[in-house]
């Protein structure tokens, strides 16, 4: 089965760090997602990628950045950690062939920022 | 644009009895719908979709989903709920990519069942 792994269950950075999280999954997926997930409002798309070295805003990007150099491994950063960036983080993974493809999700980072 | 509101953000119920999530999506075009289940410290997984065909639509443990075209539902149920159901689920519209022929995901708000013994 296909395994998305995300390095860190938990994290917690101050105000103002240069945070990277991580991505890793094993099934040679085309495309991968980064989404944030927050009480009431859902999972809320951040940035996407199709391909190496290729990426496209989500509804939400305002604040990060994201980078793929090799197709399994797929990093959000944040350049200038705040407050408001306090939440949970899922990283997803799909084959890429259709839009009716489904998404493989990763089990989170849940990041505090202090 | 694509939209998926869930009306219900909390639904309680007690054990063996039925269950219905409502989710109710917006899309000029046709669409591709999805349930997700976020267990307590996990990730989402994937319990059912519909693409095309038969608009009740079966999926893993138990649980049913039927399209309404006529008003743009995609309502989650089962007969009988069981504590392991206990869970966030997310109702979910899939919108093609341009680029590669792939899709996004638009989520709605989560549903948290919470199911009583």
């Known amino acids: 089965d296909v395994k998305v792994t995300q390095s860190s269950r938990y994290l917690v950075k101050r105000t103002g760090e240069k945070v990277f999280l991580e991505c890793v999954q094993d099934?040679?997926?085309?495309?991968m997602f980064w989404y944030r997930q927050d009480p009431g409002l859902g999972l809320r798309l951040i940035y996407f990628?199709?391909?190496?070295?290729?990426?496209e805003k989500g509804d939400i990007p305002e604040g990060y950045s994201v980078s793929r150099e090799k197709k399994e491994r797929f990093s959000l950063i944040l350049e200038s950690a705040s407050t408001n960036q306090t939440s949970m983080y899922l990283c997803?993974?799909?084959?890429?062939?259709?839009?009716?493809?489904?998404?493989?999700f990763g089990s989170g980072t849940q990041l505090s920022v202090l | 644009a694509q939209s998926v509101t869930q009306l219900d953000s909390q639904v309680p119920v007690f054990e063996e009895a039925p269950v219905e999530l409502r989710c109710n999506y917006s899309?000029?075009?046709?669409?591709?719908l999805f349930w997700y289940v976020q267990y307590p410290n996990q990730g989402l997984q994937l319990l059912l979709k519909?693409?095309?065909?038969?608009?009740l639509v079966k999926g893993i443990n138990g649980f049913e989903a039927e399209f309404n075209k006529s008003q743009t539902s995609f309502h989650l149920r089962k007969p009988s709920v069981h504590i392991s159901d206990t869970a966030e689920y997310f109702c979910?519209?899939?919108?093609?990519?341009?680029?590669?022929?792939?899709?996004?995901?638009?989520f709605g708000q989560g549903t948290e069942l919470s199911v009583k013994p």
């Open positions: 997803a993974s799909s084959l890429g062939t259709g839009f009716n493809e489904k998404l493989f």
């Open positions: 099934m040679d997926h085309e495309n």
């Open positions: 990628s199709y391909d190496v070295k290729m990426k």
């Open positions: 899309s000029s075009v046709s669409v591709y």
């Open positions: 519909y693409l095309s065909g038969s608009t």
């Open positions: 979910a519209v899939s919108v093609r990519l341009l680029y590669n022929q792939g899709g996004k995901l638009i």
